[in-house]
């Protein structure tokens, strides 16, 4: 079982450079999301998706951009990385039969901007 | 945007013992849940509750719904070494998004 897969596991980036972190589940799961991981911030929600072609803004949306073109993928792209966008970067997804507030989450992508 | 308060921020103890950790909000909310994150690894669900003063145990671990429904506990009975890692709570009210606690670090002195 892959559950949520997330690369790359690690990327270092120039300030302005652009890239894209990819997110997929093989779960069929109808929601997913990014979340932030910061020292003292817990997880904050950046993007959600309640299915292939809707997508909304979280908690902390500034510098990223989602798309949800397939129910398996839910890539999240910074346009001109910043330092401020050095974090670990964790995608989850569930199902509209999983427990109220459960997610599945992948294993994380870690960000360093440079 | 809302943050929920989680105590101690990070745990020194020894195998063997019991642990308590707890998280606090200023709202209310009617779903509140546990996760665990090993280093190095996404979180995992431990235990979820959805009623006021609900308690409900996973194994060695014990979660409680506050009755002020603004707050929730966590408890560890006899501590190994695979308890390491960050434990989050989580609360939600209504159908809005989770809110994610700032977690506590746990870790267990050989």
């Known amino acids: 079982n892959a559950g949520v897969t997330q690369t790359p596991k690690f990327q270092v980036l120039k300030t302005g450079q652009s890239m894209t972190l990819q997110c997929a589940q093989d779960?069929?799961?109808?929601?997913m999301s990014w979340y932030r991981q910061d020292p003292g911030m817990g997880l904050r929600l950046i993007h959600y998706s309640v299915g292939a072609g809707i997508t909304d803004q979280g908690e902390v949306p500034n510098g990223y951009n989602v798309s949800r073109s397939t129910t398996e993928d839910f890539p999240l792209r910074l346009l001109s990385a910043a330092p401020s966008q050095t974090s670990v970067y964790f995608c989850?997804?569930?199902?509209?039969?999983?427990?109220?507030?459960?997610?599945?989450f992948g294993e994380g992508s870690r960000l360093t901007v440079l | 945007g809302q943050q929920l308060n989680q105590s101690p921020q990070s745990m020194f103890i020894q195998e063997g013992e019991d642990v308590s950790m707890n998280c606090t909000s200023s709202s209310i909310f009617n779903t509140w849940l546990w996760y665990k994150q090993d280093p190095g690894e996404g979180p995992v669900l431990l235990i979820a509750?959805?009623?006021?003063?609900e308690l409900t145990s996973n194994g060695r671990l014990t979660a409680q719904f506050g009755i002020t429904r603004k707050d929730s506990f966590l408890n560890i009975s006899a501590s190994i070494p695979s308890d390491v890692g960050i434990y989050f709570c989580?609360?939600?009210?209504?159908?809005?998004?989770?809110?994610f606690g700032t977690g506590t670090r746990l870790t267990i002195i050989p």
């Open positions: 509750l959805y009623k006021a003063g």
């Open positions: 779960m069929n799961h109808e929601y």
């Open positions: 989580a609360g939600r009210r209504g159908n809005e998004k989770l809110t």
């Open positions: 989850a997804s569930s199902s509209l039969t999983s427990l109220p507030g459960e997610l599945f």
